[in-house]
């Protein structure tokens, strides 16, 4: 609609428009909210009554300036893909705020011109906590960040000394990795490495958490050298620290009346404003059509393939790349930690949650006003193990009957470690284990422990990613997943089950697809999603939450390049897109080089993916292109995919030196190691290298791109 020319308005025009204004104040009368929110009938319903948007101001990027501002002295960097960075930046800087007295400031590592590090005050302070993924790359958030220090010679803002840019900055690092994985912590150690030769002064030890192993020990042990050096560098009194009452991060206001159309039930962004379409990435999911068809089930697992429509978005993607799908929290968790916060009956209180330090990015640190309902089931991670600091915090809050064992599992590592971090137990489960031990009703026995604690204790809910297992060539507007539905019983002296989180989410999802009659054992998830907008019931068609992650993992360039692909279980997902692109190529006319696929599982008969789509796709691929496959549980001795790359090593090696490219997909811990040394082997035996020439061979080959690794531990 354009606006009038003409200033004045008739008196017509006056009596229609107070009429519409009182009709729209009798409308949002009858709309307000009291205890509860009610669902809107539909995502269109959801969108008209928005709430008008501001213009957003211009947001500034030289955190030096706003350091300034805010008499800020320090500053903690993340590069976080999962939250986890995020959130020990978060916990580094309320200790160092609350403990220590010093004004900190939290930072999203993309949210800032880190070219204006060359004007950090000599008595400030950056940390650097940095995630690495995949082979060696930087998080999404990162990269900006990245390609600075790429760069032959950084320009910064002002620096005058070319060689040395950054002589004036002093920093800390701590790296979050996984020894699994090749390259592992590189992108800290290169930050670190290109800090320091541009003229940095790294303090202390540049720390290491290796999530293989225990990513929170190695954090908290990190930290035992990093405050006395911390409180060295800014002539702090380590012994004069505040021990007074904890202060809250968060603000708490439960809401008695407020409009339905500003209360958030699960969405994952603020609304969008009307003028200007919605752009759909990390920060802003899109919520893409999705079926499903089970591939194969056993007893203890199901194998879905699932197809998700792009086409209603701005999302592409390229063959080999990542989709992220954003979870929700199952009720059954949701009403144990509710009931034993004492919060079962208040469920659908509506809520605003608000940093206390109103200078902070961040004020919200979800969609919000929301209730406890929303927020156990779509905003905060209430399944994952709890950290021993977060239930170190606790203490001072539960019960005096409880404080010793909760003390006993927060200090000792080993009792954390057999009760809770080997046996993947939740913040309710471990409340739930407290109450047991002392005898308490479960109803409000740790109602004393303050919500906005709960808050600062559990991270944020983050979506789980899946490689790609179509080609971006045949569907560019359809994703196809592969996803196996993960429940195990972690201790034999119970029956108790530990449920991921997004399969078993996906699962509901799919029964309600294919209008199969739900699993009485399993969770009960509320798949309808926020104001019921991811089930049209009535058309039988469900959403879910979802964007891409790009990766490197691609086919090469030349498609008359030699492949072999490695990948057991669902391990194979990103070689369906690549075999299923060259049967594409090849039937277009183009040549296409040589494809060998090893696939393995346990049993032909049982979970043979993608089965009956092999024969056709290779027969078009023709000669020097084949299947091999290894089923574990068909012979006495079980083979695996690493026994059948043996099985055929003069004609792998062969293809390698012709120029192929090696893929493997699948377990980093076993499968990747011993896949990767089955390629040493080669070298070795075939190619006549010592052990260390075979070696530097191998790790060429990677630093080349021709032996890449989509994996996971």
């Not at 960075?85 to 880190?114: P, W």
């Not at 998700?308 to 993607?317: A, V």
Request: net charge negative; charged share 25%; proline share 5%.
């Amino acid at each position: 609609m354009t606006r009038s020319s003409n200033p004045l308005l008739g008196t017509l025009n006056i009596i229609l428009l107070g009429t519409i204004g009182l009709g729209t104040v009798a409308w949002l009368a009858r709309n307000r909210l009291t205890d509860s929110s009610p669902k809107a009938d539909n995502q269109s319903t959801a969108k008209s009554v928005q709430p008008a948007k501001e213009t957003p101001k211009k947001r500034e990027r030289n955190f030096v300036k706003i350091m300034q501002q805010q008499d800020r002295q320090v500053i903690f960097f993340y590069g976080s893909q999962t939250g986890t960075a995020e959130d020990y930046a978060s916990r580094l800087a309320k200790e160092c705020t609350q403990k220590y007295g010093i004004h900190a400031m939290v930072a999203d590592i993309e949210m800032y011109d880190l070219r204006y590090l060359d004007t950090v005050p000599n008595d400030h302070l950056v940390f650097f906590i940095m995630a690495t993924y995949g082979e060696g790359e930087p998080t999404d958030n990162a990269v900006d960040f990245w390609e600075i220090l790429a760069e032959e010679n950084p320009e910064f803002s002002e620096s005058n000394d070319p060689e040395k840019p950054l002589g004036n900055l002093s920093y800390f690092a701590f790296g979050l990795g996984n020894k699994t994985y090749e390259h592992y912590n590189e992108v800290i150690r290169k930050v670190d490495r290109d800090l320091t030769r541009l003229g940095a002064h790294r303090i202390g030890e540049c720390g290491e958490g290796d999530d293989d192993n225990s990513l929170e020990e190695d954090f908290l042990a990190w930290q035992e050298d990093m405050w006395p050096q911390f409180c060295k560098a800014l002539n702090i009194d380590e012994t004069d620290t505040n021990t007074g009452p904890r202060q809250p991060v968060y603000v708490i206001e439960e809401l008695v009346d407020v409009e339905s159309d500003k209360v958030y039930t699960g969405e994952l962004a603020e609304w969008p404003s009307d003028s200007a379409p919605a752009i759909y990435d990390a920060k802003r999911p899109y919520n893409a059509p999705i079926t499903s068809r089970e591939l194969s089930a056993t007893s203890d697992r199901h194998c879905l393939h699932m197809e998700i429509d792009i086409s209603g978005s701005n999302l592409t993607y390229q063959t080999g790349d990542h989709i992220a799908i954003w979870p929700i929290n199952n009720d059954h968790e949701v009403m144990r930690l509710a009931k034993l916060l004492g919060l079962s009956h208040k469920l659908d209180t509506i809520i605003n949650v608000k940093a206390v330090d109103s200078t902070v990015a961040k004020q919200h640190p979800f969609p919000v006003p929301a209730s406890y309902r929303t927020i156990f089931r779509h905003y905060l991670d209430i399944c994952a193990p709890v950290s021993r600091q977060a239930l170190m915090s606790l203490i001072e809050f539960v019960p005096a009957a409880s404080k010793e064992f909760l003390r006993k599992l927060s200090t000792d590592k080993d009792e954390y470690r057999i009760r809770v971090g080997d046996v993947t137990r939740n913040l309710g489960e471990v409340l739930e284990l407290l109450a047991e031990s002392e005898k308490m009703k479960f109803e409000g026995a740790f109602s004393s422990v303050p919500f906005d604690l709960i808050l600062e204790s559990v991270s944020r809910l983050q979506p789980r990613y899946y490689s790609i297992s179509s080609s971006a060539k045949e569907s560019p507007k359809t994703v196809a997943v592969t996803v196996v539905t993960l429940q195990y019983t972690p201790e034999k002296s119970t029956d108790r089950t530990v449920y991921g989180v997004n399969t078993n989410y996906l699962w509901r999802v799919h029964e309600a697809v294919n209008r199969i009659t739900p699993d009485a054992i399993l969770p009960p998830y509320y798949i309808d999603g926020p104001r019921d907008i991811l089930y049209d019931r009535k058309e039988g068609r469900l959403f879910v939450p979802v964007h891409i992650r790009k990766s490197q993992f691609k086919l090469p360039r030349n498609p008359n390049v030699p492949v072999i692909m490695i990948g057991p279980g669902t391990g194979v997902a990103p070689f369906r897109g690549f075999v299923r692109e060259r049967a594409l190529l090849k039937k277009s006319g183009k040549p296409i080089g040589p494809t060998l696929l090893f696939f393995g599982c346990r049993r032909s008969d049982e979970d043979f993916l993608y089965h009956e789509e092999w024969p056709e796709l290779f027969d078009t691929l023709g000669e020097g292109s084949r299947l091999i496959t290894a089923f574990s549980r068909e012979t006495d001795k079980k083979v695996y995919v690493q026994h059948r790359l043996m099985e055929n090593g003069e004609e792998v090696w062969n293809l390698i030196e012709q120029g192929a490219y090696i893929y493997v997909c699948g377990d980093a811990k076993v499968m990747a190691r011993d896949v990767n040394q089955t390629f040493v082997r080669f070298a070795h035996e075939l190619g006549g290298l010592d052990e260390n020439e075979a070696q530097e061979y191998v790790k060429n080959l990677r630093n080349t791109g021709r032996y890449q690794e989509d994996v996971w531990s």
